[in-house]
């Protein structure tokens, strides 16, 4: 369960339900809430979204820190420049882009696939610069390098 207050977060869950919404209908790997509640009490906000979190899900550091193959390296790398491409095409991007904003599912053929975890970290845009693109591709090669020192990502 994610608490959301608008005053005190600067988001509110209406704000996170519709990004979430409009992500999954693009096809975008991310669970949506199973049920958003927002209270109003007198000019008091709170909403609250009910996430369901996948079982088989790590994080990137877990994922990282366990022995992999250069192989699943490179596929997860893959996965997570491709997730990247898609977002920045439906004009979505990330400030900050934190670790926590993807999680990695093993699925059967051994072969890793990201999915967004946390939505809050994303905003959704008409259109964006390339100065957001080259920022989050940025970010997401600081990412990488933090687990893979001697990989280097294009951030064009």
């Keep these: 369960i994610a608490r959301y207050i608008p005053l005190a977060q600067n988001i509110s869950a209406r704000t996170v339900w519709t990004t979430t ?19 109003v009490v007198k000019s008091n906000r ?19 820190k366990s022995r ?11 996965s997570l420049t491709g997730l990247m491409k898609k977002l920045h095409h439906l004009g979505t991007f990330s400030g900050e882009l934190p670790e926590e904003a993807f999680a990695v599912v093993e699925e059967k053929d051994n072969c890793p696939s990201v999915y967004l975890k946390n939505i809050e970290t994303f905003t959704i845009k008409k259109e964006i610069i390339t100065r957001h693109r080259k920022r989050d591709m940025a970010l997401l090669n600081a990412l990488i390098k933090k687990y893979c020192p001697t990989l280097i990502l294009d951030s064009n």
């Design 21 to 39: 919404s409009t992500l999954v209908q693009a096809g975008l790997p991310i669970d949506l809430p199973h049920v958003f509640l927002e209270v």
């Design 68 to 78: 992999r193959s250069k192989e699943e390296i490179n596929m997860l790398i893959n």
């Design 46 to 64: 709170e909403g609250y979204l009910f996430i369901p979190r996948r079982n088989n899900a790590v994080d990137l550091a877990t994922f990282f």
